[in-house]
């Protein structure tokens, strides 16, 4: 059964570790994704970004298809279906159509509009029992079209949006979707910080977790980051897996082309990206 995202990421800021965010795009993923989880007792949160809920069918789809596999798969770890840089139409869809968690990404508005609109959905998510991610200052990178410029986020605008009942805290603090660049200055721990003391015990959340030192990510964490975001990586490793087995030709060899078999490599992939960020995460054994 899908739970909402409030009471893993809270034992999380409290243990000093953080749950992953793997954002998921269609079957192979999920199920990858559930049985790492399951394998290392560890709590999951399911990522779904707008853009690949209508790849995989829809909302409905994506919820229908997570709850067969928990219940087939028989997983027992707490899991949460969430949805990705919502738009405001986006993050009710997804809220009616079973989601246990949401974010809204209102970091592109005026500051007051963003209070306005996560007001609103702080209602709406604590009527259904569902955890709500807010955020402030944009993440750099493009995702689904949308482009952030990697603003750093303001300590008082943090603490106004966290003051509004929200579950968690997507604060900008120099990270962005997608591989890092060379020259990328690192992580803003000095904003991190005072953005942890004006917003309290509320677990704050790291997006673009792919490519982050891991000496930065544990730093993070011991800033109050509870969750952390991992897309890029597992597509990578993903690719690289899948362009493998078809360069050695194996597809051609009986029935390798079965599709069952051509994406048998890259789901292992994912399983092994998935334990990694896990381990480093500190997630292990916390379910």
Same mark, same amino acid.
């Given at each position: ?23 998921? %795009?269609?079957?192979?993923? &999920?199920?990858?994704?559930? @049985?790492?989880?399951?394998? %290392?007792?560890?709590?999951? /949160? ?22 067969? @596999? ?10 949460? @279906? ?81 003051? @509004?009942?929200? &579950? ?14 060379? %020259? ?10 005072? /953005? ?18 891991? #000496? ?14 991992? %897309?890029? #990586? ?7 897996? &899948? ?32 334990? #990694? ?11």
């Amino acid at each position: 059964m899908l739970v909402s995202a409030k009471e893993m990421l809270t034992k999380a800021r409290a243990g000093k570790y953080a749950v992953g965010q793997f954002n998921i %795009n269609n079957l192979e993923w &999920t199920k990858a994704v559930l @049985l790492t989880a399951q394998e %290392n007792n560890s709590p999951v /949160i399911l990522g779904v970004s707008e853009g690949a809920g209508k790849y995989m069918g829809g909302y409905k789809t994506i919820v229908g298809m997570v709850n067969g @596999l928990i219940e087939e798969l028989n997983i027992t770890v707490p899991v949460a @279906l969430h949805l990705d840089h919502g738009s405001y139409e986006g993050a009710k869809a997804a809220m009616a159509a079973g989601f246990s968690s949401i974010m809204f990404d209102g970091s592109h508005y005026a500051i007051e509009e963003n209070i306005a609109k996560t007001t609103e959905l702080v209602g709406l998510t604590s009527e259904k029992g569902l955890s709500l991610e807010a955020e402030v200052g944009s993440i750099g990178g493009e995702e689904d079209g949308v482009v952030g410029a990697g603003e750093i986020a303001d300590a008082n605008e943090c603490k106004a949006i966290a003051d @509004l009942g929200v &579950t968690m805290l997507a604060a900008g603090i120099g990270n962005i979707h997608g591989q890092y660049p060379e %020259n990328w200055k690192g992580l803003a721990f000095d904003a991190l910080a005072d /953005i942890a003391a004006a917003t309290g015990d509320m677990p704050l959340v790291l997006h673009g977790g792919t490519g982050i030192p891991e #000496e930065m990510i544990k730093k993070a964490i011991s800033l109050g980051v509870a969750k952390i975001n991992v %897309n890029t #990586e597992c597509q990578l490793s993903f690719a690289e897996a &899948t362009r493998k087995y078809i360069e050695a030709g194996k597809d051609l060899q009986g029935k390798g082309f079965d599709p069952r078999k051509l994406l048998g490599p890259g789901f292992e992939a994912i399983k092994a990206t998935v334990k #990694e960020k896990m381990e480093l995460f500190g997630s292990v054994n916390q379910a």
